[in-house]
């Protein structure tokens, strides 16, 4: 039988039978996106090669040329999942090129792209449990700007709980991603959510927007926001170790992290929903013993929850920086990319934070290993898939 005629589902593998019906269903998310093409002409079909994009950063792809060369090394039976066309006269399926999988990453819509990624993670994921965080922070990518002087700005929604990116959107030219707090979030089902986000975002706007979809808040305050900032000192004890609600000490790479937080009501703060402020000191110690740095930052919150709670939010809302940000950037080459033709940089950053998302669904941290794997034995990828379902 010719490979063109083989089932996509339950195929033989090198380890016995594989299922690639999750291959297929992905396929199936990426075909709700409009293809740009007119239809005369077209080889390959838009749906594939998103999926098959997807498939070579999970190969570990870190620009076009490499995910040409992922694509053509898929074996027969992911290729016919993905749906690659078929061969008129061979019947073998034909993985398409360097070139159509860069041209296509230009013009596909991807804010489009964003959302139905962002919700088909999130049916996979579950609801969330109450009281859990939603990190927000911006990230541009360097060298997308094309020559313009002004690069792509990326604003995204990570869950606390699965570091998985549920919800991203670009952010316009002319404006920042305090602006873009509705255009995030109102796909987003977060009743009962608590958003945290960075000195950037507290705002007597954003605050109230949150409330009314009954959602709580974490907010880090600087001095950007000097009154507020003031109105918080002024309502906190004095920091000593009698007033803290709470320490937490822990050793990494030989160094000892004392994090201590105290709170106070936010009595007569003027902020929508505000029930707490609090302060966090972090004082980092070297094996010797000997301090070496400080950091104290100040925040508001509409939580009642113990001081524990709130220093937990606060510090695995960076989650979003370590487990995402950075992934993209230094395993898979986000920013030496220089992806700035069209919405080339929006839409691959949507591929990775999805490759990024199945192989944390899948149950793996060590991200680099798994795509060196998948790189080696490519028929690992539908376990991958299936194991992230779960």
């Not at 609600?245 to 007569?268: F, K, N, V």
């Amino acid at each position: 039988m010719s490979v063109s005629h083989v089932a996509v589902g339950v195929v033989m593998g090198e380890g016995g039978q594989v299922d690639t019906g999750q291959v297929t269903a992905l396929a199936a998310v990426f075909g709700q996106v409009a293809d740009p093409r007119k239809a005369r002409g077209v080889r390959h079909r838009l749906s594939a090669v998103l999926t098959l994009v997807t498939l070579a950063l999970l190969c570990g792809a870190r620009n076009f040329r490499q995910a040409g060369d992922r694509v053509v090394e898929m074996p027969q039976v992911l290729l016919a999942a993905a749906g690659a066309r078929s061969h008129p006269v061979l019947g073998i399926r034909v993985a398409p090129g360097r070139d159509t999988l860069r041209r296509l990453a230009s013009l596909v819509d991807a804010a489009v792209l964003d959302r139905l990624v962002g919700a088909w993670l999130t049916e996979r994921i579950g609801g969330p449990s109450p009281g859990c965080g939603l990190a927000l922070d911006g990230k541009t990518v360097r060298n997308s700007g094309g020559g313009t002087g002004v690069d792509v700005q990326l604003f995204s929604a990570m869950r606390h709980d699965t570091a998985v990116v549920v919800a991203q959107v670009q952010v316009p030219a002319d404006t920042t991603e305090v602006t873009q707090i509705t255009a995030l979030l109102d796909p987003v089902a977060i009743t009962g959510m608590v958003i945290t986000a960075d000195a950037a975002h507290p705002s007597g706007e954003t605050a109230a927007y949150l409330v009314g979809r009954d959602a709580g808040y974490v907010f880090t305050v600087k001095g950007n926001k000097p009154g507020l900032l003031a109105a918080i000192t002024a309502r906190l004890p004095v920091a000593t170790a009698a007033t803290s609600g709470h320490t937490s000490t822990e050793r990494r790479h030989g160094y000892r992290i004392t994090r201590t937080i105290w709170t106070a009501p936010a009595d007569g703060v003027d902020f929508p929903g505000a029930a707490q402020v609090f302060r966090i000191r972090r004082d980092v110690y070297a094996p010797d013993g000997q301090r070496v740095s400080k950091q104290i930052l100040h925040g508001i919150t509409s939580l009642t929850s113990p001081a524990a709670a709130i220093a937990a939010h606060v510090r695995t809302h960076w989650w979003i920086e370590n487990k995402s940000h950075w992934v993209r950037d230094v395993l898979l080459g986000e920013d030496s990319h220089h992806a700035w033709l069209g919405n080339t940089a929006h839409t691959m950053a949507a591929l990775r934070n999805l490759a990024i998302a199945l192989i944390r669904l899948a149950g793996h941290t060590k991200i680099k290993q798994v795509i060196e794997r998948h790189h080696a034995s490519k028929m690992l990828i539908p376990q991958l898939l299936n194991a992230s379902k779960e």
